[in-house]
């Protein structure tokens, strides 16, 4: 199996920055897209940021310009920064990774997410 474990969560005030961070482990063979999800209050969760193993980012409209997605494939590590944050960035983060395992299994596989506040 695959754990993911996220950090860097925290309380900022609207225009600071956040990085935020990935880590991959367990019987881990390889791993395809990796993505950052974010779910706040009485909404559904939903796409900030994805990207290939080959480095290939795409990003909500909501924080283009604003957050960039990365990772390190020798790791097994993702990064997201965030920078003029918003209040209404305020959500959970959770980081996603599309693995396979040794055993020749291809899974969907989720962090248990980093809380991020955002004050006016």
């Known amino acids: 199996q695959v754990q993911l474990v996220e950090s860097g969560g925290g309380l900022v005030q609207a225009g600071g920055s956040l990085r935020l961070f990935c880590a991959a482990s367990?019987?881990?063979?390889?791993?395809?897209?990796m993505g950052w999800y974010r779910q706040a209050p009485g909404k559904q969760r939903e796409l900030v940021a994805a990207?290939?193993?080959?480095?290939?980012?795409n990003y909500a409209d909501s924080v283009k310009g604003r957050f960039t997605i990365s990772r390190d494939n020798a790791k097994n590590t993702m990064y997201l920064q965030m920078n003029s944050l918003k209040p209404e960035d305020t959500a959970v983060y959770y980081c996603?990774?599309?693995?396979?395992?040794?055993?020749?299994?291809?899974?969907?596989?989720w962090g248990q997410g980093t809380q991020v506040t955002v004050s006016s």
């Open positions: 996603n990774a599309d693995a396979w395992v040794v055993a020749g299994i291809l899974g969907d596989y």
């Open positions: 367990g019987s881990i063979f390889s791993i395809n897209a």
């Open positions: 990207i290939t193993s080959g480095g290939s980012a």
